[in-house]
């Protein structure tokens, strides 16, 4: 989905060596779980975060065995009404993981699979689930060993991401598949007696009659995308901070898990675990989070390529004048203005421009298409966090009151909906990429030959990359149509709303590699532009350094050729262009 991986051996186990992210079901944000799905931290459960697992797990089934609770004690869905034998109750909670892990689709790729269990993790440790915490620890070392349950794509429409979160549970269980860091199937692998792959024993009860393997038949296939930066192994000892202990492997010899790629023992997980650890959208919250992330920073990379382009067509500053933002105080259109003239060397207070009067939109507009984009990604991220720290779980277990509340805190209108907006605001900005191509192909605005044409009679120059970008661009529009209009009715009648986030978090995650190669013609184009007229931009301005760097990149080569490895290499190139609008190049 996105063009953006870190789903390599070395930057997973790259990440067993770097700094820590300290969970603990209140505080955590949309940067912690990026870095743990990118191997770039490991994990620790907040002490505090594991009392209140541990007081709410302690609840749950005082609560459980005294009463009615949804899911514990009772079916779900339509069978809400159903009570639970109190000699089926562990049974039922695996029958439950069994019966739900039917996701269907492509697998998806390990670093949206580490996404949604660190913000499984998390909201586990907000401590309203109810359930028990080793499961907890288990997540936080499968993120830092590597290893990570098989999750396939599609099973929720916005109400909770049970499938994918039930195979997750059957993993921990060890009756679903894992993989290691390089992409290489594994099951988990209990010491004792049992053989490799048989589920952990339900508690109080013995082995489950169910062995090894089920979804063993799902693809193999699996997305790997290239590394960023140079990684090296660490040593297996002295990097855990969760007390992992040795792991007995299928022939015997005992060896550290930290940094092998093994799975979390199996856990005995029952009735009044089931339910409780499925009751999220933790995977939805995750992509979005990696989409947030990867879509914020190509906003401000776009804002650079945008002052290449102002200084190729000799642009104005005047829209981007302290007074004009002042008069109309948007937050986010008043920051890119007051970056634009940061990245130019602009005065607050430009004179104008000899010459023509007013630039096209694609010119004159940025900070009112660029700062709505950028609200809408505040607006994303504050929902993130909330939800990334909520104890949303139906039933919500209260220690406190010794109750249970069943509730709707699952459906999740707000993330749909931020989601909804955001895409369409970044769908405007690459639009707006799309208008300075053309300006940038107009010899009137250029003082170059058409396309930006060598000296060849009829030469095509980049004509085609106006084609090629319309294209992209005609997918992100399709990407932008709103998930949150889709509406479901499931399970009997019973649930007669869908928020489709989902949808929504998959679709925002889809525009990234999109939006990519739109900018990157515009990048293309406009060191093209700024090449032929012999225009170096100082290069103690941020305008100049992204110039240097294009320049080393991008070839001098004008004739006419396929430029398609151009706009590859632009488009990749725009990570660093992020760095140089948030002032911190390298």
Not at 123 to 128: D, H, T
Not at 241 to 257: A, I, K, N
Not at 558 to 563: F, G, I, N, V, Y
């Amino acid at each position: 989905m996105s063009s953006r991986n870190a789903d390599t051996p070395s930057a997973v186990v790259a990440g067993l060596t770097a700094g820590l992210v300290v969970l603990d079901g209140c505080s955590t944000g949309v940067a912690d779980i990026v870095r743990l799905a990118d191997g770039a931290a490991r994990p620790v459960p907040g002490t505090e975060a594991m009392k209140r697992v541990e007081q709410s797990w302690d609840a749950a089934r005082q609560i459980a065995a005294t009463g009615r609770v949804y899911g514990r004690s009772t079916g779900v869905g339509a069978n809400r009404n159903e009570d639970v034998p109190t000699e089926a109750a562990a049974e039922h909670g695996l029958r439950l993981l069994r019966s739900h892990a039917g996701a269907i689709g492509e697998e998806l790729p390990a670093r949206q699979v580490r996404a949604m269990l660190a913000v499984r993790a998390n909201q586990l440790l907000a401590g309203g689930a109810g359930l028990r915490p080793t499961v907890v620890t288990a997540l936080c070392e499968a993120l830092e060993t590597g290893a990570y349950p098989v999750v396939n794509e599609f099973g929720s429409v916005g109400t909770g991401d049970i499938a994918a979160l039930a195979q997750v549970g059957l993993a921990l269980v060890g009756e679903h598949p894992w993989r290691g860091p390089d992409g290489s199937r594994t099951s988990s692998v209990p010491s004792g007696p049992r053989s490799p792959g048989q589920g952990a024993p339900l508690a109080g009860q013995g082995v489950s009659s169910q062995g090894q393997g089920q979804g063993q038949s799902q693809s193999q296939s699996q997305s790997q995308g290239q590394s960023q930066g140079q990684s090296h192994g660490p040593s297996a000892q002295g990097l855990s901070p969760l007390g992992l202990g040795e792991r007995v492997t299928s022939f015997g010899e005992e060896v550290s898990s930290v940094g092998q790629g093994l799975p979390p023992e199996p856990q005995p997980l029952d009735n009044n675990d089931a339910l409780a650890l499925i009751s999220s959208n933790a995977l939805t919250l995750g992509q979005s989070a990696l989409a947030l992330d990867e879509l914020r920073g190509l906003i401000e990379a776009t804002q650079v390529v945008a002052a290449l382009s102002l200084l190729a067509v000799d642009g104005s500053h005047e829209a981007y004048a302290a007074p004009v933002h002042a008069a109309r105080p948007h937050k986010g259109s008043a920051e890119v203005a007051r970056r634009m003239r940061e990245l130019i060397g602009a005065a607050d207070r430009p004179t104008p421009p000899l010459g023509r009067i007013q630039d096209p939109y694609g010119f004159r507009c940025v900070p009112q298409i660029h700062g709505p984009a950028q609200d809408a990604a505040d607006a994303l991220e504050g929902v993130l966090v909330v939800e990334i720290n909520a104890a949303a779980e139906n039933p919500l277990i209260s220690p406190e009151d010794m109750a249970a509340y069943h509730h709707g805190g699952f459906y999740q209108a707000q993330l749909a909906l931020a989601l909804d907006h955001f895409r369409l605001a970044v769908t405007q900005v690459a639009r707006l990429s799309t208008s300075r191509l053309s300006t940038l192909n107009e010899p009137a605005y250029t003082r170059l030959r058409p396309f930006l044409a060598d000296h060849e009679p009829a030469s095509s120059g980049v004509m085609i990359l106006e084609y090629a970008a319309a294209a992209a661009l005609g997918d992100l529009r399709a990407f932008s149509a709103p998930a949150s209009l889709g509406h479901a009715v499931l399970s009997r009648g019973v649930e007669e709303q869908a928020s489709f986030a989902s949808l929504a978090a998959r679709q925002t995650l889809r525009a990234c590699g999109a939006y990519r190669l739109v900018v990157g013609c515009e990048l293309v184009s406009a060191v093209r532009a700024l090449r032929q007229r012999d225009l170096r931009p100082d290069p103690e301005l941020p305008v100049g350094r992204a110039m240097e760097l294009a320049e080393s990149v991008l070839g001098l080569d004008q004739t006419d050729r396929p430029l398609t490895d151009d706009v590859t290499a632009a488009a990749a190139l725009l990570d660093r262009f992020t760095d140089i609008w948030r002032g911190s190049e390298s």
